[in-house]
C-alpha cells in the first residue's frame, strides 16, 4: 500500500512552466510502474506520461517534446516537468502507482490561460 500526494500545480500562462511532485509515503525503489495522469472538464482521464523503476518512459503524442517524467527514489518522488504549455494542458493531474494495485493521489489543478 502507499499515499501519493500531488503539488505543485497552479495557473499560468500559455508557453510558460511547471513542475508537478507526487511524493509517496514509502520507498518507491520496488514499485515498477509509476505516472502521471490527466482529467479535463467532461473529458476522460488519460495517461500523460510513465516510468519504470529502470527508468523506461513512454508519452502521450500530445505532450511529447514539452514533458519530462522523472523519479527520485532518495526522496521517494515522482516529477513532471511541463514546459510550453498550452491550454489544452489545462487539467487535473494525478499521479498514479501500481503497488502491485493501482494507488492514485488525490490530484492537482494545472490551469494554463492568459
Known amino acids: 500500500q502507499v499515499q501519493l500526494v500531488e503539488s505543485g500545480g497552479g495557473l499560468v500562462q500559455p508557453g510558460g512552466s511547471l513542475r508537478l511532485s507526487c511524493a509517496a509515503s514509502r520507498s518507491i525503489s520496488s514499485i515498477y510502474v509509476m505516472g502521471w495522469y490527466r482529467q479535463a472538464p467532461g473529458k476522460q482521464r488519460e495517461m500523460v506520461a510513465i516510468?519504470?523503476?529502470?527508468?523506461?518512459?513512454t508519452y502521450a503524442d500530445s505532450v511529447k517534446g514539452r514533458f519530462t517524467i522523472s523519479r527520485d527514489t532518495a526522496k521517494n518522488t515522482m516529477y513532471l516537468q511541463m514546459n510550453s504549455l498550452k491550454p489544452e494542458d489545462t487539467a487535473v493531474y494525478y499521479c498514479?502507482?501500481?503497488?502491485?494495485?493501482?494507488?492514485w493521489g488525490q490530484g492537482t489543478q494545472v490551469t494554463v490561460s492568459s
Open positions: 516510468i519504470t523503476s529502470v527508468g523506461i518512459t
Open positions: 498514479k502507482a501500481n503497488a502491485p494495485y493501482d494507488y
